[in-house]
């Protein structure tokens, strides 16, 4: 809470200096200025609102921090509009104080000191995502929040390995405090995110992306490792700065469309800082309004599912292996997630004629998952087996109860809004914990 309390301070200085300097006050009377006002037309006295503010969540207190100077230099080079376009960037980085800085036509600028803070920590995320969204300089038609940092699927993201005087060798934001953070930032300020992008691994997950429902329009993540390059910053950035006045949901299909085009091209037609997974990369765009659809449909077929049914143990299993979107590559310790449409398709074949109950719930989720899915790319190496949108699915009881660092965040126990709402766990606890179902 001492950290919360100081970045909320500093917001509140920020945002205070901030109105009184774009506004024009200096040291007239209430009386007068209140006087001025009526004599100026409504419309001169607005703040000038730009097409674009995105908001950038630079979580580089761990490994990635090395990074930073060239992300920050890349950014501003290839936003070249800056009267249509703002950048409001949180940093907190490995060795530095924190900083939120803007770059308008201004130039860039440190807007404020936060000392160490906890990146991990959602106070962190929701004080920097209101200042954002509030200060009358960064004032949008449309706004973009993207989460820079590394990412382990349905256990978290934002990783901070820089905590002073804390037993916790690295801290996770959790994907429940994540969207808590999101909401009540929207709820106190009136204002709605068009664009969450995620630039982090494994996140392209039903998990995620159901407990972002109707936060934002659009969530675009990746179904797996992302590579070190991140989301194609130069494309969007430039692309956004020639035509801000794009659409959303176009700009959203764009982010994957350069990407595909970053991580197809021949090796040295890009400056990338790590090669080696050029050939492995996926994003997707989702449609957050119908996800809870989704949700549904997985509800629907656990109820066809539970209790269960030792025949369907192997058909499932062996389904669920052949749509691991990370069998192909490392999977950078980011856990198992089964492609939704791949792995249900899978199984209603098999089970069409033996149970069509199964069958007809599962040719559902797959329609709801790929209504959702407005666009997807993945590289040729996976042989078209991620479509988009994934769910965890333990090969093992030791996988669901996974300790990934002390902190017990098991998968029925971290809050999160899909396993309350679909009984997916009870599914998973089933089928895919136990091998004696199988009869080996």
Same mark, same amino acid.
């Given at each position: 809470?001492? @950290? ?13 200096? $901030?109105?009184?300097? *774009? ?14 006002? +009526? ?17 950038? &969540? ?13 992300? !920050? ?16 960037? *949180? ?9 939120? %800085? ?17 990146? =991990? ?13 509030? @200060?009358?300089?960064? =004032? ?14 349905? #256990? ?21 405090? *994540? ?13 709605? #995110? ?15 992306? &159901? ?19 991140? !989301?194609?910053?130069?494309? #969007?950035? %430039?692309?956004?700065? @020639?035509?801000? +006045?794009? +659409? ?18 021949? #090796? ?15 994003? %997707? ?7 809870? @659809? ?8 656990? %109820? ?14 062996? /389904? ?51 209504? /959702? ?18 769910? *965890? ?28 709402? $679909? ?6 606890? $089933? ?10």
């Amino acid at each position: 809470m001492v @950290e919360f309390t100081r970045i909320a301070a500093a917001m509140a200085v920020i945002v205070s200096l $901030s109105i009184m300097g *774009f506004a024009g006050v200096v040291s007239q009377s209430q009386d007068t200025a209140r006087a001025n006002e +009526e004599d100026v037309p409504a419309s001169a006295t607005d703040p000038v609102q730009r097409q674009w503010t995105i908001a950038m &969540y630079w979580a580089s207190d761990n490994d990635l921090d090395g990074m930073t100077e060239t992300f !920050i230099q890349m950014w501003r080079e290839h936003t070249t509009n800056t009267d249509d376009i703002a950048l409001c960037v *949180f940093i907190d980085r490995l060795d530095a104080p924190a900083n939120i %800085s803007t770059y308008t036509e201004e130039g860039w600028v440190e807007r404020a000191a936060l000392g160490e803070v906890n990146s =991990s920590s959602p106070n962190i995320l929701q004080s920097f995502l209101e200042y954002a969204l509030t @200060e009358p300089m960064l =004032s949008a038609e449309n706004y973009m929040l993207i989460m820079q940092d590394h990412g382990l699927g349905y #256990l978290g993201l934002c990783a901070d390995e820089g905590l002073p005087d804390s037993d916790i060798e690295k801290a996770w934001m959790s994907i429940d405090g *994540f969207g808590g953070a999101v909401r009540e930032v929207l709820d106190s300020t009136g204002e709605d #995110l068009d664009i969450i992008t995620l630039d982090a691994c494994t996140l392209a997950v039903v998990e995620v992306a &159901y407990e972002l429902r109707n936060t934002a329009s659009y969530l675009v993540a990746s179904e797996l490792g992302v590579p070190f390059d991140g !989301i194609n910053y130069r494309a #969007l950035l %430039s692309g956004l700065s @020639e035509f801000p +006045e794009i +659409e959303p949901v176009d700009l959203a299909c764009k982010m994957v469309a350069d990407y595909a085009e970053w991580y197809s091209a021949p #090796l040295g037609t890009y400056p990338t800082l790590y090669p080696y997974l050029q050939d492995f990369a996926t994003l %997707s765009v989702i449609d957050l309004a119908l996800i809870s @659809e989704v949700g549904d449909a997985f509800a629907a077929l656990s %109820s066809e599912l539970l209790p269960k049914d030792t025949s369907l143990g192997k058909i499932m299993k062996d /389904a669920s292996i052949d749509a691991w979107v990370t069998i192909w590559c490392n999977n950078m310790g980011c856990g198992f997630y089964s492609d939704i449409q791949t792995m249900f398709t899978i199984i209603a074949d098999e089970v069409r004629h033996s149970h069509p109950s199964v069958a007809a719930a599962c040719d559902n989720l797959v329609l709801t998952a790929k209504g /959702a899915i407005v666009d997807s790319w993945a590289s040729w190496r996976f042989r078209d087996v991620p479509t988009g949108l994934s769910v *965890f699915v333990c090969p093992s009881i030791g996988m669901f109860d996974v300790n990934w660092d002390s902190l017990g965040r098991v998968y029925d126990s971290i809050g999160l809004d899909f396993v309350e709402d $679909s009984s997916w766990d009870e599914v998973l606890g $089933s089928y895919f914990c136990t091998v004696k179902q199988y009869g080996l």
